[in-house]
């Protein structure tokens, strides 16, 4: 278990030079805010955090990238030190004062980041559990006491199930990503989640998209809520620049690696549609020199956190993965998304290029379509309601690369493709950043590691501002990189 440090030392906060003190939260939690650099609430936030700090149930309308994890992390921490008593500890035993449940074993454990970043300077503690790991770390955490426990569904049942977890303490609950939650078959586990809440409680709901299943669990599960809602999926797509190539699927792995030579990829995440497919893209990287990853829903919950934080430090910087794995990645410094496979279903499209967005920032997005995935990419057009460039192939793929009948025909437009607009021709050569085979200048074969790049420093050292900051926004992945999924963790004392 892994107490973090105290709040760094530096140069004197003012905690009222933040626009967060305005939202009337606790100083001390103003004052982590600003040494994160966190200088002004995202729209969430600043609608969220008001209602919620006042106890009134929420209806969240918004996507992970928007800070939806503040708007709700926020206020949850301002209710348990405002309304604790001075020094007061969590009551010892199996009954946290506040739930938060989330689909994935990843979010889970960002969401644990987060209140342990936010949480650092106060006297909360909280833990995170998820299934595919040992039950037993996360039970003798339970028992130690906790305010905030963060849960996967699953494991959740499990241990409500052996008793070892009483959730009648709960005065808050919050529910992440609740239309994934219902893709991924979590209605009855929530149910029964619910079922064992106290009835007066306060219910929090976050959801990126609002189809009628959600609205009527909210009417389920939320007594007279806010509604807030923000960032349309439109406005995220509108700051990534996108291009798509029409390819032979037998040569999409040739493609991937010609891009990785002429774009200046930093860190790539790599989408297949299946949890094979993922596994076969990293063999043939991997022999061409190129250091890669897999996550996806077959491998252990170990070599998913390895693979996921040899990416976040650069020592792996191309990852290979499918949907349901990618669900909720906040990794911050993703400069291309390459959807190798395009998706079934087009909102994915939507939330794999959003890994290449996060906290302001813009991105690549590159698609790749062959022959027989035309109709998935005319779907994914009128979803985002844009006409997604086509790019030339570049001049050393082979003759046979095109799809058999012809590049892919763009869907009519009723607007121009994002900022990709005019980058169809195949990329830039000599840009080569860290994906790179052996043999080029900043390989990221098997150290991974550029001395060129800006970011090699990032994978010790902790975050400094220039590179941790972007457009204005900071980052929680700072003070993340702290903790691990599935420890314990806890702020002063
Ligand atoms: P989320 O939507 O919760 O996944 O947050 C996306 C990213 O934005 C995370 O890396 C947060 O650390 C960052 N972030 C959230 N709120 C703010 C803020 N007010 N200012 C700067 N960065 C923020």
Redesign the pocket.
Known sequence: MKTLDPAPQGAPVVADASA?ASLSLHPTLVRT?AE???????PI?AKAIPPAREGHDLLGI??????????FALPILHRLVANAMPNARPPKGRRPRVLVLSPTRELAA?IGE?FA?YGRSLPVRGTVIFGGVGQHPQVAAIKRGLDILVATPGRLIDLLGQGLIDLGGVDTFVLDEADRMLDMGFIEPIRRIAGALPRRRQTLLFSATMPTEIESLAGQLLHDPVRVEVTPVATTVDRIAQRVYGVAKRHKTTLLLQLFEEEPVDLALVFTRTKHGADKVVRQLRAAGVSAGAIHGNRSQNQRTQALDAFKSGRSPVLVATDIAAR?L?V?GVTHVFNYDLPMEPEAYVHRIGRTA???ASGIAISFCDAQERGLLKAIERLVKLSIPRAELPAAMPEDARPTDGPAEAAPPSRSGGRGGSRGRGGHAGHGGRARRSGGSSRAGAAGRSSGSGRGKRSDAPTSSADGRRE??????RSRKNTRAGKAFAGRR
């Open positions: 967060f805010l994160e650099g966190y200088r002004t609430p995202t936030q918004a996507q992970t990238g928007t800070g939806k994890t503040a708007a960002q987060s970043t909720g906040d911050d996060r906290a302001g204005g926004m900071g980052r929680a992945g």
